[in-house]
């Protein structure tokens, strides 16, 4: 790695820790390729920057590629990553990438080969792919003190690279499981603080179609002193994004949501015209 980019790197991941504020959340538009990159991009004026950082999605990629989110490999998911790390490099923004569970074994080359890609942070989740989510706490997650030598491993290696402070998003998926929600919330405040002592910046919930509760959120960013990460629902009962800052989170993501939403675009827009219709409804 060139000085230069060596010190490229490690200057946009202090920045996006910086942008880390409980109340003032980093509001991420998570994006799939070089359109919807250049797509989030132009609401970046010469007067007004509401884009922040760029952070991508998996699944998406995963399904640019017509494969499920746990069958795309490493490779497949730094390749689609460096598809877009120039722009986003030549945008002065700092990137975050979705590295899922940091590929179990090989975390710490996942995190050193996304820092010379220029990745400034990384979501690492803490349930095991070849698991499934049918097994509880105990079968379907990395046990906790696991977990968190995965993460400091992950926070070495990523210092090693020449990013001493790369930004961790430790997403625990406990609510994703069929736990009964009291004991589901215990368990996500004891992985949270024993995450966020290991060296991450945040801790991302995620309960995947379940979701999790506004007094959920509440009482995690109470007991995380607001270190908390979480999607943004799409329902129409979902919390805004003021909302959320109001709770006092520090980081909303939108995971595939911008895809489904685009996907959903071109089924529409193909159907009208098929059905004798003009393009837009």
């Given amino acids: 790695m060139s000085h ?8 946009s991941s202090t920045r996006l820790q910086s942008l880390h504020q409980p109340g003032n959340p980093l509001i991420l538009t998570n994006i799939y390729d070089l359109s919807s990159l250049n797509a989030v991009l132009s609401l970046n004026t010469p007067s007004t ?34 598809a877009i790390s120039a722009r986003v490099r030549e945008a002065n923004l700092p990137l975050t990438v979705d590295l899922q569970d940091g590929y179990g074994e090989r975390i710490t080359e996942a995190v050193r080969r996304a820092v010379e890609l220029g990745a400034a942070g990384a979501n690492i989740e803490d349930s095991i792919p070849s698991a499934g989510f049918g097994r509880g706490v105990e079968g379907s997650l990395y046990p906790v003190e696991l977990q968190v030598q995965r993460l400091r491993g992950a926070r070495e290696a990523a210092r090693r ?4 402070d790369f930004v961790i998003n430790a997403r625990t998926d406990v609510f994703r499981l069929d736990e009964p929600p009291e004991e589901a919330l215990e368990e996500a405040v004891r992985r949270g ?3 966020l002592a290991a060296g991450a910046t945040t801790v991302f919930v995620w309960g995947g179609r379940r979701g999790v509760r506004t007094d959920e959120v509440m009482t995690l960013v109470d007991a995380l002193k607001g270190r908390v990460a979480v999607k943004l629902g799409d329902g129409p009962n979902s919390l805004t994004t003021k909302e959320l800052a109001h709770i006092g989170v520090a980081r909303v993501s939108v995971g595939p949501s911008l895809w489904l ?3 959903k675009a071109v089924t529409e827009g193909a159907r009208r015209i098929l059905e004798g219709g003009r393009l837009s409804g």
Wanted: net charge negative.
């Fill in 4 to 11: 230069h980019h060596y010190t490229d790197t490690r200057r």
């Fill in 161 to 164: 690279a020449g990013s001493p």
């Fill in 261 to 263: 939403m685009a996907m």
């Fill in 49 to 82: 920057t509401p884009v922040q950082a760029i952070a991508t999605a998996s699944f998406a990629f995963a399904a640019q590629l017509g494969i499920p989110d746990e069958a795309l490999t490493l490779d497949q998911n730094l390749a689609a990553t460096a």
């Fill in 193 to 195: 603080k024993a995450y």
